[in-house]
């Protein structure tokens, strides 16, 4: 099936480092979500996106929806040890509203 | 307001025997969506029930099934369990199809020997 291309695959920072990941797909979507996933327990909802342009900021992490549709970006600013996880970007495009694409994910570590 | 349940937490089965993975959603949530992690895999899409139809299908053989009942809760069903069906299982509940972001349970991590 579908799948969002993620990168990058995995990341290794030092504690305050600023974090960028980014998602991209061959068809436009129309909403975009991040998530996260730590070790055990299902994906958390981080943010959502629902406009061609929109920046959204929770905290230290900001999103944007690309003006493009074709990709979105996530921002972690100053990270801390308990940014580790994996963060996934989620979308629904404009073909198929009703079925959630997926990235492979990027897997965050971050060294105290 | 409790989140969305899965059980069990855990479990082990053999090779050719079945299972079935139960999910309760966030209450008011009519959506139910199973999804299977494997390492490197991602998050790959079983389906997706709303109002206990099922919606929308990802690209599984028919050993995996699921249904949903009046109340939203949900099950799943693998029969004839393979070795590769080892992974964590996950159910995400929303209010309804379309935009909205999903809430997920914590998963079933299921082994096959």
């Known amino acids: 099936g579908q799948q969002l291309n993620q990168s990058p695959q995995s990341m290794f920072i030092q504690e305050g480092e600023d974090v960028s990941m980014n998602c991209t797909s061959s068809s436009i979507f129309n909403t975009w979500l991040w998530y996260k996933q730590e070790p055990g327990e299902g994906p958390v909802l981080l943010i959502a996106l629902y406009k061609a342009g929109e920046l959204t900021s929770n905290g230290r992490l900001t999103a944007q929806f690309g003006i493009t549709r074709k990709d979105s970006f996530l921002n972690i600013s100053a990270s801390i040890p308990s940014d580790v996880g994996i963060y996934f970007c989620?979308?629904?495009?404009?073909?198929?509203?009703?079925?959630?694409?997926w990235g492979l994910g990027t897997s965050l570590a971050v060294n105290p | 307001k409790a989140g969305v349940t899965q059980t069990p937490r855990y479990l082990i089965k053999t090779r050719g025997q079945q299972v079935t993975l139960s999910c309760s959603p966030i209450s008011g949530h009519r959506s139910v969506s199973w999804y299977q992690q494997t390492p490197g895999q991602g998050l790959q899409f079983l389906f997706e029930?709303?109002?206990?139809?099922?919606?929308n299908k990802g690209n599984f053989p028919g050993r995996f099934s699921g249904r949903q009942f009046s109340n939203s809760r949900s099950e799943m069903n693998v029969s004839t369990l393979e070795l590769g069906d080892s992974a964590l299982y996950l159910c995400?509940?929303?209010?309804?199809?379309?935009?909205?972001?999903?809430?997920f349970g914590s998963g079933t991590r299921l082994t096959v020997v």
């Open positions: 029930y709303f109002s206990e139809t099922q919606r």
């Open positions: 989620a979308g629904f495009n404009a073909g198929n509203n009703r079925k959630l694409i």
């Open positions: 995400a509940s929303s209010l309804a199809l379309g935009k909205e972001g999903y809430t």
